[in-house]
């Protein structure tokens, strides 16, 4: 059950924080970058524990209207675990191609792994939730599930939309 709960609040943050890399990739002409990038993330891992936090309080809100939620809920959990690790294991696959010293293999992780899995993500996302549906069909456990997946969906758009605005 802890286990569950650890692994999702840890891909939330690493998808937070890919969100606002990805927020502000390509919209910044100086040629050292970092400081940049490590704002944005920053930013983005904020905004995504307010949205972690928020669904906790929703969780915890569901819990107490429905006290026998608790055992659907972990169920759940664990068969969304089953599709979103193994789309972070071959995300982390994909990023180990930075580590190489070849540029070109950096560009080729870059433009045949990590671009068409960006493309992925929210269809992915949602996959983890019909297969948790699958196997716990509860009305309950989708309201959980759409609280937590159409937020961190949506922070990249509203982080990119805040940095088009000011810069």
Known sequence: MVLNAVLLYLLAVADAALSGYRAVAGTNPRIK???FHQQAIARALLWGHVVIVLNVLG??????LFPNLLQDL???AQHCLEVYLLYALLTVLALLGFTMPSRD???ISIVLILGPFTLLRAPVAVC????ALWHVPR???LLVCGM?????????TFLWRRYKTSY
């Open 128 to 131: 983890g939730v019909l297969w």
């Open 148 to 156: 937590a997946i159409v937020p961190m969906l949506l922070l990249e």
């Open 139 to 141: 009305a309950e456990v």
């Open 74 to 76: 972990i169920r759940s």
């Open 59 to 64: 969780i915890m809100l569901l819990l107490w």
């Open 33 to 35: 970058k970092r400081a």
């Open 105 to 107: 293999v950096r560009s």
